[in-house]
């Protein structure tokens, strides 16, 4: 698995500069191949974070643009985040009232990748084959959604292993995703278990030198 190509999206939410479109530029200048936006609504996790409209002005830093859902009921929200400029969007199995395959085919539509996200608390079991088969991504939470700078949960790359053994056992290639708590002592056990696209957030902004860590992560 370490052999495939990783990915890195750099979360804006784990900057503390308060010119997030200066933010997004920077992980573009460091070689971020995605812009991790998480928008939260105060209910499904108890901030709320980035609109539509945040997300429309961030295409002026030229990265492609991952939406994170941390919300309830995601499908009302999928063509705005579609038409605001996301390629990306990846909502909670756990947050779910229109239906999983029906918000993956409402992301479809939109023209955007659909991807499906798992709390830590959450099985990789629960995760329907009919899901594997038709998200374009899975994510898998290394920390509690709702907030950056938490702690790595140490299960993560078991659960990694967890789900690559399944998407072998139905021949799919599904992207797998880890977002949380990556550094570089993290993110190795990560793509070593799978992971080819690693979320990295405060240990991006908070990193004297991204465009390295960066390169270390993508040379994973």
Known sequence: MASRKVLVSVSLLASSNPNFVAAARIAK???????HVDVMDGDFVPRVAYTAGAVRKLKAA????EVHLMVNNPAKLVSRFAKAGAKRICFH??????GLLKTIAAVRKAGCKAGVAINPATPVAALPDAVLRNADFIMVMSVAPG???QPFNAATPSRLR????????LKLNTQVEVDGGVTDLTAPACVAAGAT????????YRSTTPRKLV???KAL
């Open 215 to 217: 390169k270390f992560l």
């Open 162 to 169: 967890q789900l690559q053994a399944r998407l072998r056992k």
């Open 147 to 149: 907030w950056s700078g």
């Open 62 to 65: 030229r990265l492609p643009i």
């Open 197 to 204: 696209v690693l979320g990295v957030g405060s240990a991006f």
């Open 29 to 35: 200048a460091a070689g971020a191949d995605l812009l």
């Open 93 to 98: 199995a756990e947050a779910q009232q229109a």
